[in-house]
C-alpha cells in the first residue's frame, strides 16, 4: 500500500491529521466543503480539490479514503462517494459513528467491492497531529495492509493503536471508551467541587490538580487537562459555561449496556448529571465542560444568560 491518501473532512481532528500525515511525507489529497479549509492544508503541501469527484481522480489504484466528518454526515458523503469507486478501493470513517451503521456500511460496500475499516480515534485535536490512539474494525488483511505501510506508526502514538475485530468493533470499542470518559470527567467534576466549596479548607485547586497529575493513583490526561484549564481560568471558572453538553457516545454505551443486560450507574450517572446542567449549570457542569474544551476544543465559554457561579 503506497503512502498516499485522500482526505474528506477538515475539521479539528481531519485538519491536524493531514498536517501530520504531511510531516511524514504522505501524498495528501484533501477536501472538504468549507474550500478556505482546504486552502489551508494546500499552504502545506496537500493537494486540494473542490469536490469529492476531483478527490477520487486525483488517488491512484487502489484508493484509500478517509472520512472524517460527524456521524450524521458520513452517509450522505458515503452515497456520494462509493459510486466513485472501484472494486478494491477502500473507505475509512475514522469518527464517532454509531457501530451498527457500521457494519451495515460494511456490507452494502463490500456488495460493490469496495473495502470499508471502522477506526475510532482517541486524543482529540493535539493528538490527531502529534500521536493519536486507534482503535480499528474491519478485515484484518486490511489492517495489516495498512499497518505495513507505516499509516498507524506515523499518525499514532507508540503502541497507540490495535485491530479490535470485525466490523463495527472499532467504533464500538471507541464508543464504550467515550462512555468511560463521561463517568471519569464527572468523578473528577464532584471531587472538585467538593474541595471548591469546602468550609474547612480555603484549597489551591491548582495545585490540587498538579500534585495529582505526578504519580497519583488517578494521575491521566484529564486531570491534567483540568490543570490547565485552572491556570486559565481561575478556580471559579467563570468564563466556562455551567452547561456541560454531550455529543452522543455516553448515550449510545448506555443504550447497548442495556442491550446487554449491563448495569452501567455510573456513565448514566453522568448523563443524567449533564441534561440537569442544561437547565440548572452548576460548578460540575463546568469543570467537565473545561476538560471538554481543553482536549477536544470544544466551544464551551459561559453564556451572557447563565448565573454565576462560585
Same mark, same amino acid.
Request: aromatic share 8%; proline share 3%; with cysteine.
Given at each position: 500500500?503506497?503512502?498516499?491518501?485522500?482526505? $474528506? #473532512?477538515?475539521?479539528?481532528?481531519?485538519?491536524?491529521?493531514?498536517? #501530520?500525515?504531511?510531516?511524514?511525507?504522505?501524498?495528501?489529497?484533501?477536501? +472538504?466543503?468549507?474550500?478556505?479549509?482546504?486552502?489551508? &492544508?494546500?499552504?502545506?503541501?496537500? &493537494?486540494?480539490? %473542490?469536490? $469529492?469527484?476531483?478527490?477520487?481522480?486525483?488517488? %491512484? =489504484?487502489?484508493?484509500?479514503?478517509?472520512?472524517?466528518?460527524?456521524?450524521?454526515?458520513?452517509?450522505?458523503?458515503?452515497?456520494?462517494?462509493?459510486?466513485?469507486?472501484?472494486?478494491?478501493?477502500? $473507505?475509512?470513517?475514522?469518527?464517532?459513528?454509531?457501530?451498527?451503521?457500521?457494519?451495515?456500511?460494511?456490507?452494502?460496500?463490500?456488495?460493490?467491492?469496495?473495502?470499508?475499516?471502522?477506526? #475510532?480515534?482517541?486524543?482529540?485535536?493535539?493528538? =490527531?497531529?502529534? /500521536?493519536?490512539?486507534?482503535?480499528?474494525?474491519?478485515?484484518?488483511?486490511?489492517?495489516?495492509?495498512?499497518?505495513?505501510?507505516?499509516?498507524?506508526?506515523?499518525?499514532?502514538?507508540?503502541?497507540?493503536?490495535?485491530?479490535?475485530? /470485525?466490523?463495527?468493533?472499532?467504533?464500538?470499542?471507541?464508543?464504550?471508551?467515550?462512555?468511560?470518559?463521561? /463517568?471519569?470527567?464527572?468523578?473528577?467534576?464532584?471531587?472538585?467541587?467538593?474541595?471548591?466549596? %469546602?468550609?474547612?479548607?480555603?484549597?489551591?485547586?491548582?495545585?490540587? =490538580?498538579?500534585?495529582?497529575?505526578?504519580?497519583? &493513583?488517578?494521575?491521566?490526561?484529564?486531570?491534567?487537562?483540568?490543570?490547565?484549564?485552572?491556570?486559565?481560568?481561575?478556580?471559579?471558572? +467563570?468564563?466556562?459555561?455551567?452547561?456541560?453538553?454531550?455529543?452522543?457516545?455516553?448515550?449510545?454505551?448506555?443504550?447497548?449496556?442495556?442491550?446487554? +443486560? $449491563?448495569?452501567?450507574? =455510573?456513565?448514566?450517572?453522568?448523563?443524567?448529571?449533564?441534561?440537569?446542567?442544561?437547565?440548572?449549570?452548576?460548578?460540575?457542569?463546568?469543570?467537565? %465542560?473545561?476538560?471538554?474544551?481543553?482536549? #477536544?476544543?470544544?466551544?464551551?465559554?459561559?453564556?451572557?444568560?447563565?448565573?454565576?457561579?462560585?
Amino acid at each position: 500500500m503506497k503512502k498516499q491518501i485522500g482526505y $474528506i #473532512g477538515l475539521g479539528k481532528m481531519g485538519r491536524n491529521m493531514v498536517l #501530520g500525515l504531511l510531516l511524514k511525507k504522505w501524498g495528501i489529497v484533501a477536501y +472538504n466543503r468549507n474550500l478556505e479549509k482546504v486552502k489551508e &492544508v494546500v499552504e502545506q503541501g496537500a &493537494v486540494g480539490t %473542490s469536490s $469529492i469527484k476531483e478527490l477520487v481522480s486525483k488517488l %491512484s =489504484a487502489p484508493r484509500v479514503v478517509w472520512v472524517m466528518v460527524s456521524h450524521q454526515a458520513v452517509g450522505e458523503i458515503i452515497d456520494e462517494l462509493a459510486p466513485l469507486l472501484h472494486k478494491g478501493d477502500l $473507505i475509512i470513517d475514522g469518527g464517532n459513528s454509531p457501530y451498527q451503521d457500521s457494519r451495515k456500511r460494511s456490507k452494502e460496500l463490500s456488495k460493490k467491492g469496495i473495502e470499508f475499516l471502522d477506526i #475510532g480515534v482517541s486524543g482529540g485535536p493535539g493528538g =490527531a497531529l502529534q /500521536g493519536a490512539c486507534m482503535m480499528v474494525g474491519g478485515k484484518k488483511e486490511l489492517y495489516e495492509k495498512l499497518n505495513k505501510s507505516g499509516f498507524f506508526a506515523d499518525t499514532c502514538v507508540e503502541k497507540g493503536y490495535g485491530y479490535m475485530g /470485525g466490523s463495527g468493533s472499532g467504533h464500538f470499542v471507541k464508543m464504550v471508551h467515550n462512555g468511560v470518559e463521561y /463517568g471519569m470527567m464527572q468523578s473528577i467534576a464532584e471531587g472538585f467541587d467538593l474541595m471548591r466549596h %469546602s468550609k474547612e479548607f480555603e484549597l489551591d485547586l491548582l495545585k490540587v =490538580a498538579d500534585v495529582y497529575s505526578h504519580g497519583s &493513583v488517578i494521575t491521566s490526561r484529564l486531570v491534567s487537562w483540568m490543570q490547565n484549564g485552572y491556570k486559565k481560568y481561575g478556580k471559579d471558572l +467563570n468564563e466556562i459555561s455551567g452547561r456541560a453538553s454531550a455529543s452522543g457516545e455516553g448515550k449510545w454505551t448506555v443504550e447497548a449496556g442495556k442491550r446487554e +443486560n $449491563i448495569s452501567m450507574p =455510573a456513565i448514566q450517572a453522568s448523563l443524567d448529571s449533564r441534561a440537569a446542567s442544561q437547565k440548572k449549570p452548576s460548578y460540575q457542569g463546568k469543570v467537565v %465542560s473545561t476538560m471538554r474544551g481543553e482536549f #477536544g476544543e470544544h466551544p464551551v465559554k459561559r453564556g451572557e444568560d447563565e448565573p454565576e457561579i462560585l
